[in-house]
């Protein structure tokens, strides 16, 4: 069996396993632990859904249905990359790349009619979004920087925008009627199952069927207002011209895959209303979606010369938009997957508040976050930077979190449960017994959605922030409202089981806006704080806070302990990997940094080395602490700027680094014997590996794809340094 999963996936982080991964795997087999890969890439996903359309040989596995199965294993040792989080335009993009290489895949039916379309598309519904993550996270989520990366944050702090006082900078929310407004919420007595439908004026229609539920879990329901929702667009749109600042939108569409799509689509047509008033019946016959953004919309209507007019008419009258790469005319609206709340809004906030414009500037911005669920928090970052100025990352303290995140808790569990209402009447959830367990009055086009999450991980969750706190004894807060339905349902088990633990006195119970002021207050001190959150807030401020402190949250350790003995080692955030790629290609430099690799390295091999008594595999871990220091210490992380060293050339150091550390420790000699000749290699081959490894900087470098890469072409481009691969193979 094997010891470790490496998971295969996609963009940056894949790009830079090309290199990295053999590197590891000639390592490890010193010390008898072997390194496995599993492919949880959206291409790989893609493939092994549609067997029935592939030859023989393109036909893969799933792996990850096989890796849900070992997770709830204790043998599960599996580390963990990041992987796309599709949306719709990426899984088309996917689709057509892979049907060019030769697989004769289905289209993916944009309006299914027939039952074999229909069941085509619920096959591709099923990849997109967070598809993957609910799948492996059978574990709650202990999240933190790594002591040697927060020192070294401290002792070389990253540049931090200046905030001014007077700054319009502002988030702009739902004053009602969204999900946070509307939510309710019921902890269940016992097992039981529940059916969702929708009772109209003509009869009723059933959503979802057979829902099962156990005895203690929470259960959610929640409909944001469509209505209302375009109202307050229009609304800042017109106050975001007023104030002279950017119009930016911040959704999470890449994994609230359901909701958030439909917002933006809401958004786009709101922006365009002109054009979409004018030019409805032209642009319903040319399949516009605005769910898929302003750059398929430009894309379908490129040959009609009247409606481009008036778009550009349109968007010249409307405020600036915020922009992804004004250099290529890339809006904020261009594609719903380019614009991610968790890493765009705390880029934002690092940057003093500022965004780019069309015109390549940066400009104050109103930062719109139409539900109110977490907003608070990003407003009163913004509000406590105004008025104390920017974060020091030389002096600041840390944010440290323990999230609720098993077996699809809180929001990440809705997608199966989310609807856009097809016509105006009353949805329910029925239980079992008849009991309806919630109910709303919708309109048509309202979303609704519910969620849940069980005993066991919130009780686990409990648990592992107990264990945090008395490991780290500093200040602990669980960012919970107690006038928010689901958070008076999650409090009514934290505060029980702190009073049992007789620790209750440890813990503070927040709103997160005031979670967000206190946490802010007590890092500024230079203190740290561990913050206790829900899933979707964990996801938010694990790039929120190590952005501040850190410059990215891809330099974060991320351990999860799962629930049945098992680790998945998490390697942080690929919310950038595509702008690292788009640079590889065009200059064959890639910026993207393993040191969240790295560190989730050093935790997996502790782990084995405790869960099989292996001694070398903890040499090796141990090995790779050290290897990691000095990864910082010497400054030997990418450069962002071509021409300068790169992530190659950081494995190159690593694996030096590394070695040395296993020559030179006395706890196992015959692991000192196998690396000195190999240390004494790598150091000897130093001026060659760095020239080979420069010489290839600065041109454009063919992959062979982008979902699916040419693995002959990804290995030419990774592992340009015959020097190097000579030691290595």
């Known amino acids: ?56 040989e393109q036909r893969q596995p799933d792996d990850l249905a096989e890796l849900g199965r070992l997770v709830k294993t204790a043998d599960a040792n599996v580390i963990k990359l990041p992987n796309i989080s599709a949306s719709v335009p990426q899984l088309v993009a996917a689709v057509k790349e892979l049907q060019a290489k030769g697989y004769a895949l ?38 933190r920087a790594a002591k040697a990366v927060k020192n070294f944050a401290q002792n070389n702090p990253h540049r931090m925008g ?190 003093g508040g500022k965004g780019w414009g069309p015109d390549g500037q940066e400009s104050d911005t109103n930062c719109v976050i139409p539900d109110n669920s977490y907003a608070p928090v990003y407003d009163e970052t913004i509000k406590f930077f105004k008025q104390n100025g920017k974060l020091n990352p030389a002096t600041a303290g840390t944010v440290q979190n323990v999230g609720l995140m098993a077996q699809k808790a809180e929001e990440y569990g809705s997608h199966p449960t989310t609807f856009e209402v097809p016509e105006a009447g009353t949805v329910k959830m029925i239980l079992a017994d008849g009991t309806v367990l919630h109910e709303h009055t919708v309109e048509a086009g309202d979303i609704w959605r519910s969620a849940s999450t069980k005993k066991a991980p919130i009780e686990d969750w409990v648990n592992l922030a107990i264990s945090r706190q008395k490991a780290e004894n500093c200040n602990a807060i669980f960012w919970l409202d107690a006038d928010r339905a689901h958070d008076a349902e999650l409090i009514a088990y934290v505060k ?148 300068e060293p790169d992530n190659r050339n950081s494995h190159y150091w690593f694996a030096r680094y590394w070695a040395n550390a296993l020559a030179t420790q006395n706890s196992d000699a015959e692991l000192a014997a196998h690396f000195a000749p190999i240390a004494k290699a790598l150091t000897e081959g130093e001026e060659a590996i760095l020239a080979e490894l420069a010489a290839v900087q600065g041109t454009a470098a063919d992959l062979g794809g982008y979902y699916r890469t040419d693995a002959d072409k990804t290995v030419a481009v990774m592992r340009p340094s015959a020097t190097l691969n000579a030691i290595i193979d």
């Open 106 to 143: 289905p289209d993916y039916p944009e309006a299914p009619q027939t039952d074999a379309e229909k069941a085509v598309r619920a096959k591709y519904d099923a990849l997109k979004g967070s598809a993957v993550n609910p799948v492996l996270r059978e574990g709650n989520s202990d999240r």
């Open 162 to 351: 200046d905030w001014s006082a007077d700054s319009k900078t502002r988030v702009s929310s739902m004053n009602g009627n969204d999900f946070f407004s509307n939510e309710k919420s019921a902890t269940l007595p016992e097992d039981t199952t529940a059916k969702i439908v929708l009772e109209t004026a003509d009869g009723e229609i059933i959503l979802k069927n057979d829902i099962r539920y156990t005895a203690g879990t929470v259960v959610d329901a929640t409909f944001m207002s469509a209505a209302a929702l375009k109202e307050f667009l229009a609304a800042e749109i017109e106050s975001t011209k007023s104030d002279g600042t950017l119009f930016s939108l911040h959704l999470k569409s890449t994994m609230m895959k359901v909701s958030d799509p439909i917002i933006f689509g809401h958004a786009v047509k709101t922006f365009l209303a002109p054009v979409f008033q004018a030019h409805g019946s032209a642009l319903a016959e040319l399949g516009v979606n605005p769910n898929f953004g302003l750059g398929d919309l430009l894309e379908r209507v490129k040959d009609n010369a009247d409606i481009l007019a008036d778009i550009n008419s349109c968007i010249a009258a409307r405020p600036p938009m915020y922009m992804v790469d004004s250099d290529k005319g890339i809006s904020n609206l261009h594609v719903s997957s380019d614009v991610i709340i968790d890493a765009s809004m705390p880029a934002l906030i690092r940057a």
């Open 1 to 56: 069996m094997t010891d470790i999963i490496y998971t295969k996936v996609d963009e940056a982080p894949e790009l830079a396993s090309a290199s990295f991964l053999p590197i590891l795997q000639k390592f490890s087999a010193a010390a008898g632990v072997t390194i496995g890969t599993k492919d949880i890439s959206l291409a790989g996903r893609i493939l092994a859904a549609f067997p029935d359309y592939l030859s023989e």
């Open 496 to 643: 029980p089981l702190l009073d049992a633990k007789g620790v209750a006195d440890k813990f503070d119970i927040m709103t997160p806006r005031d979670a967000t002021r206190a946490s802010l207050e007590i890092i500024t001190k230079g203190k740290n704080s561990i913050a206790i959150t829900g899933n979707v807030l964990r996801d938010y401020l694990t790039d929120l806070f190590p952005i501040l402190e850190l410059a990215t949250s891809a330099k974060m350790l991320s351990v999860v302990k799962l629930m049945n003995g098992g680790g998945l080692f998490e390697t942080g955030a690929g919310g950038s990997a595509p702008k690292h790629v788009q640079q590889l290609n065009e200059e064959n430099h890639l910026r993207w940094d393993s040191l969240g690799e790295f560190c989730a390295l050093g935790e997996s091999l502790t782990f084995l080395a405790e869960a099989k008594n292996n001694s070398k595999a903890r040499v090796l871990g141990q090995a790779v602490d050290a290897a990691t220091q000095s990864i910082l210490d010497e400054s030997r992380s990418p450069s962002r700027k071509v021409g």
